[in-house]
Structure formats: C-alpha cells, structure tokens
C-alpha cells in the first residue's frame, strides 16, 4: 500500500535551517512529481514546492523562493525539503504530496521557528 512517511520537524530559531524528507513506498517513485504543502492557522493551504519526475525541475512559492530548496533521490524513494533562513511565519505543519497522477498525502510533520 502506498505510504508517504515525513521526518520529524523540530524546533529551529529564527535564521537557522531545518531539513525534511519523506519516504515513499508501494508506488513507483521515479514516475511520480512531487511536492510539499504547508498550512499556517489563519492562511489557506500552501503549495510550498514541486519537483518534476527526474527532478531536473522544480517552482518554489514566492514565500519560500531563495530559501526553500526542494530535491529528490529517486534510488532511495525520497523527497527531501532543505529550509534554509527560517522564519516565524514557516511554522506550520508541511505534508509531502505526490503531484501527478492519484494524490497521496503524507501524515504531515510540525516546523516550529521560534526564538
């Protein structure tokens, strides 16, 4: 069955730097764009980044841009969210999602930016 499996987020002080990954299993990975999504209380749900199958491709939010770098290691079944120079405005819980074909969501994990 498929899965979708984030890492643990953490807490991370202002300007620090914080990596996610999300390990899939029981679908092909390599045929799959992914992506992840964040929803802070009080806004709409974010889609955060997208990498294309062979990740030669990838579109950033305009809040993340320059910060965020999402990458992927198809060998491993992973989809990783480097974030870098984190703000209090990123803390929210982030799901990793498949962005083609059937969607599939991850159960999510907390980012918390904090001093």
């Known amino acids: 069955q498929v899965q979708l499996v984030e890492s643990v987020g953490g807490l991370v002080q202002p300007g620090g730097s914080l990596s996610l990954s999300c390990a899939a299993s029981g679908f092909t990975f390599s045929a799959a764009a992914m992506s992840w999504y964040r929803q802070a209380p009080g806004k709409e749900r974010e889609l955060v980044a997208v990498i294309s199958r062979t990740g030669a491709g990838t579109n950033y939010a305009n809040s993340v841009k320059g910060r965020f770098t999402i990458s992927r290691d198809n060998a491993k079944n992973t989809v990783y969210l480097q974030m870098n120079s984190l703000k209090p405005e990123d803390t929210t819980v982030y799901y990793c999602?498949?962005?083609?074909?059937?969607?599939?969501w991850g159960q999510g994990t907390q980012v918390t930016v904090s001093s």
């Open positions: 999602k498949t962005h083609s074909g059937i969607w599939y």
